[in-house]
């Protein structure tokens, strides 16, 4: 009798999240809500807040739990001010395009950066990280921007080598990408996503 009675309590259950709409789920909500940001308040992210991001990340799934990626999380504000003049002696015109230009970061006053092994491998992984890292902040309030431009720079512009040497990289690991992450200071709108690439097989 027991074994029943928890039967048609699991069914009910089922029938009552089937009857709710999906979107009223907290996880969905915060998904479709998260957005790329490119204006941040100046006030950096709190310790706690960040050391949660980076736990979200490092519990994302990866192959044989092999863990692929190295992670360094700027809380210098100073470093991110010293690389951003290298920046902008390299590029004035870029910097004059953008009236709101505070940092070469899309202007946010933290960093997570990614690296994975230099050999290559661990793409897919450190994906996965990213996404969980950008989920979790989105529930926090804070808002992210993933990078890759300003690795680029990074890595080709020998005057930003003591950015590199700060984050203490390990000789077999190379910085994949780069996650601004701060207090939000705009709201975009979402962008058109094109559901006609989605197929079900039924």
């Not at 890759?148 to 890595?155: K, Q, S």
Request: hydrophobic share 40%; charged share 25%.
């Amino acid at each position: 009798m027991r074994n029943v009675m928890l039967c048609l309590m699991a069914m009910l259950g089922v029938l009552t999240l089937t009857a709710q709409s999906v979107y009223e789920n907290e996880v969905i909500n915060n998904i479709m809500a998260r957005r790329s940001v490119r204006q941040y308040f100046d006030q950096p992210v709190e310790h706690e807040k960040l050391v949660a991001v980076v736990r979200a990340g490092i519990n994302a799934p990866s192959g044989m739990n092999r863990q692929p990626w190295i992670i360094r999380v700027v809380e210098d504000q100073q470093l991110i001010n010293d690389v951003t003049e290298v920046f902008k002696r390299e590029n004035p015109e870029q910097v004059k395009r953008d009236p709101h230009f505070k940092n070469m970061f899309r202007n946010a006053p933290n960093l997570i950066c990614v690296c994975t092994p230099a050999k290559g491998g661990g793409e897919l992984d450190a994906g996965l990280l990213g996404e969980n890292m950008m989920l979790a902040a989105q529930s926090l309030g804070l808002g992210t921007c993933c990078l890759a431009g300003p690795v680029r720079f990074l890595l080709a512009n020998e005057q930003c080598k003591f950015f590199i040497d700060r984050l203490d990289i390990p000789e077999d690991y190379k910085l994949n990408y780069i996650i601004a992450i701060g207090y939000p200071d705009e709201q975009p709108d979402a962008k058109p996503r094109d559901e006609s690439k989605v197929k079900y097989i039924k």
